[in-house]
């Protein structure tokens, strides 16, 4: 495999591994809480209705839209989601908003379930449908993923097999340690995530505005796909720029707090 090919498939696999990550949390508040033959059936019912959407959304988009028109449709699509993504990972790091807790997420899930009441019937139909849902709303976006990135590339194979990485490494490490997954710095994967996403849709979407020039061909990047380095070096200094911009000063302790502390100690 060329260097463009294992580009794409690391690129879905970090973006892929953010949403299974969620997934998995979900599914495994409902199966420890309620039952787990009921969280199953919704995650694998959840996965055959994503299998639908991605075979009839990449046909219409592989058939009916010429290069440049695709490049420019998924271009600005995936830079409005990887925009999206670095405004929450700059507010997180300037301090502005909470970071990502995956344990907070589990225990809230938790708590959902445990409020629901007891199941009588054969499928417990809340663990059917939370799992349902979370499944299904965090896969779209690996659709999105590995429709946008594998269709530009040419390459769904080499897409699919960033993304089914994800999938077999996130169950293999939820299996293992039969807890939520929260050791890992998912806030840093999703600041990584969003600088992808806005650099590929950048790069795609000004290649697909050749669809309004004759001849409709997209236009080219000097340097073809060495652009990408440095659209994501460009998006990476900009995003720190804003931090630095936004980064909320420490809140001074109070005076007196240190004495009023001794006091209550003794």
Not at 174 to 195: F, T
């Amino acid at each position: 495999m060329d260097a463009a090919t294992w580009g794409l498939i690391i690129a879905t696999f970090v973006a892929c591994f953010v949403e299974m990550v969620e997934a998995t949390t979900i599914v495994m508040a409902m199966g420890y809480t309620r039952s787990w033959k009921s969280a199953l059936v919704g995650t694998f019912a959840a996965l055959g209705a994503l299998a639908v959407v991605t075979v009839a959304a990449g046909y219409a988009l592989a058939t009916w839209l010429p290069e440049s028109a695709l490049q420019l449709a998924i271009g600005g699509l995936l830079l409005i989601f990887g925009l999206q993504w670095l405004r929450k990972a700059i507010l997180r790091s300037s301090g502005r908003k909470a970071v990502h807790d995956e344990d907070a997420i589990y225990r809230e899930e938790v708590e959902a379930a445990k409020a629901a009441g007891e199941s009588k019937s054969g499928i417990d139909l809340f663990a059917f449908m939370v799992s349902f849902k979370g499944v299904f709303l965090e896969g779209m976006e690996v659709v999105f993923i590995v429709l946008t990135f594998g269709l530009n590339a040419n390459n769904i194979p080499g897409a699919s097999l960033g993304a089914a990485a994800a999938v077999v490494i996130v169950l293999g490490i939820a299996i293992a340690l039969r807890r939520p997954l929260s050791m890992i710095n998912e806030n840093l994967l999703k600041y990584g995530v969003g600088l992808l996403l806005a650099s590929f849709g950048t790069y795609w979407a000004v290649e697909g505005i050749g669809i309004f020039r004759d001849g409709r061909e997209s236009l080219n990047w000097p340097g073809h796909d060495l652009m990408i380095l440095a659209l994501i070096a460009a998006w990476l200094l900009l995003s720190r720029i804003f931090v630095a911009a936004l980064r909320k000063p420490a809140t001074p302790a109070p005076v007196g707090a240190p004495d009023i502390a001794v006091e209550v100690k003794k």
